[in-house]
């Protein structure tokens, strides 16, 4: 496989994918109490829906992180936030037909099956990890993958913080 590109593109590129793409898994914690608030959710339910997209996101960074061996991380990357972008599209389009003063436990099937998609982003991490390490010496991989997984791993904690505050500035709260 020949390498296109600079190694601090593929550093930009893969810290850029890694935010983007971790970014979508803080959307349930936050918004969990609103859902419940609607859809009157067992513990157990709600723990699950909190969790399913990191644990989809988990569970892919395996055969994504392997598959960059042989094609390189643009495939990869590609996918998993096409993946990612159709889960948050889908949700979006849920709450914007159905509102969310109409949702239901009849929607809950739907809501896992999105969050399955929207976790696809959090696979990015390990995309990114062998896409980084191709371009840097091992002189300076400690330095690369630490930006790389620094500024990446912001996105959680950063859209944590966000989501409330947009769903309390777009009134998104139902009181």
Request: net charge positive.
């Amino acid at each position: 496989m020949q390498l296109k590109g600079t190694p601090n593109r593929g550093l930009t590129g893969a810290t850029l994918g890694f935010f983007i793409g971790f970014a979508a898994v803080s959307l349930f914690g936050p918004t969990a109490k609103v859902f419940d608030q609607y859809m009157h959710m067992s513990s157990l339910q709600l723990g699950l829906l909190v969790a399913m997209a990191q644990l989809s996101g988990s569970l892919l960074r395996i055969p994504f992180g392997a598959w960059v061996d042989t094609t390189g991380g643009k495939k990869p990357f590609v996918i998993l936030l096409s993946m990612s972008a159709f889960g948050m599209a889908g949700l979006a389009a849920l709450l914007y037909t159905t509102g969310q003063e109409n949702l239901t436990m009849v929607h809950y099937p739907i809501l896992l099956i999105l969050a399955l998609f929207i976790g696809a982003g959090v696979a990015t991490f390990s995309v990114g990890i062998g896409q980084v390490s191709y371009w840097f010496p091992q002189k300076k991989q400690g330095w690369a993958l630490g930006a790389y997984a620094g500024f990446g791993n912001i996105a959680p904690g950063l859209f944590a913080w966000l989501i409330p505050l947009l769903i309390g500035t777009l009134m998104l709260t139902g009181t």
